[in-house]
């Protein structure tokens, strides 16, 4: 049995398709950059740095209750932001 390797093409994709992803993406970078530094730190440790709340705390020398609120306080606003994207 021969497996099939299946990879997203891109390039078939339509160009509005493109052209919204990149939309979005620059959506959420700025809706990032805007939320408040102490929250956008925690985030990013955890969305993109993969940490779980309990490395955070103890890089940041805060609670993980601490933590917790600032990512949840985070999504609140990103999700603000990105609200009305279609």
């Given at each position: ?11 078939n ?11 979005f ?7 990032i950059?805007?939320?408040n530094?102490t ?24 609670s993980?209750?601490a933590?917790e ?8 606003e ?9």
């Amino acid at each position: 049995m021969q497996k099939k390797n299946i990879k997203l093409d891109v390039h078939n994709e339509s160009p509005e398709h493109i052209l919204e992803q990149e939309e979005f993406k620059h959506k959420l970078i700025k809706a990032i950059n805007n939320i408040n530094e102490t929250q956008r730190i925690a985030f990013l440790m955890h969305r993109i740095d993969g940490k779980k709340y309990a490395e955070i705390a103890e890089e940041l020398n805060i609670s993980i209750k601490a933590v917790e609120k600032r990512i949840h306080l985070a999504l609140i606003e990103i999700k603000k932001e990105i609200k009305n994207f279609k």
